[in-house]
């Protein structure tokens, strides 16, 4: 995991992004596009609490060559940063 991965994952953790911000964010084009392509939401959970990397990794890579996710996760670089 990334350092920015970890970071976010930190984050969402202590409610240190505004949960609004994060829920505009969802709802947004860009947001239901990446949810979209995600595909089953609660495989995808699954995966995550059973700590399978390669299912979080494949798909944060399925995003990442999209401008959808990229711009997504830009944003949230920015949340992040406090921009």
Known sequence: MSKEEEKL????????LDPEALRKLEQSA??????ALLG???????AIRRGDAA????A??????????RRLFR??????NGR
């Open 9 to 16: 994952g930190a984050l969402l953790e202590s409610g240190a």
């Open 30 to 35: 860009d947001g239901q596009r990446v949810k």
């Open 40 to 46: 089953d939401e609660k495989r995808l959970t699954e």
């Open 55 to 58: 299912a979080l990794r494949n």
């Open 60 to 69: 944060m890579e399925t995003l990442l060559r999209t401008p959808e996710g």
């Open 75 to 80: 944003t949230l670089g920015g949340m992040m």
